[in-house]
């Protein structure tokens, strides 16, 4: 996958396993502004180079797969949750 490589996408397209695609500037409603440029040489890149692209689809499957699994989300939340639920009764003491 190609996107931007701001907020969101961060946590999860690598370039490993997708096309991170930089960014201009934050508009002032706080969404990246895509280089057209990169964006541009990104899609000539994944034609010319479609096993390499076929290559990181398997590999962001594969992180799909042993990343964001329903227990894997609902394991990490408890914990988010326990740490917080921690981090609060410390600071009240």
Same mark, same amino acid.
């Given at each position: 996958?190609?996107?931007?490589?701001?907020?969101?996408?961060?946590?999860? &397209?690598? +370039?490993?396993?997708?096309?991170?695609?930089?960014?201009?500037? =934050?508009?002032? /409603?706080?969404?990246?502004?895509?280089? $057209?440029?990169?964006?541009?040489?990104?899609?000539?890149? &994944?034609? +010319?180079?479609?096993?390499?692209?076929?290559?990181?689809?398997? =590999?962001?499957? /594969?992180?799909?797969?042993?990343?964001? $699994?329903?227990?894997?989300?609902?394991?990490?939340?408890?914990?988010?949750?326990?740490?917080?639920?921690?981090?609060?009764?410390?600071?009240?003491?």
């Amino acid at each position: 996958a190609i996107v931007t490589n701001f907020s969101g996408p961060t946590g999860f &397209v690598t +370039s490993d396993n997708g096309y991170p695609l930089p960014f201009e500037r =934050v508009d002032n /409603q706080g969404f990246a502004v895509p280089s $057209t440029r990169a964006l541009r040489q990104l899609m000539r890149r &994944v034609f +010319s180079n479609p096993l390499e692209a076929a290559a990181k689809g398997k =590999v962001a499957r /594969q992180d799909v797969l042993s990343r964001f $699994t329903p227990q894997v989300v609902v394991d990490t939340m408890v914990n988010e949750v326990y740490t917080a639920l921690s981090m609060k009764k410390f600071k009240n003491n």
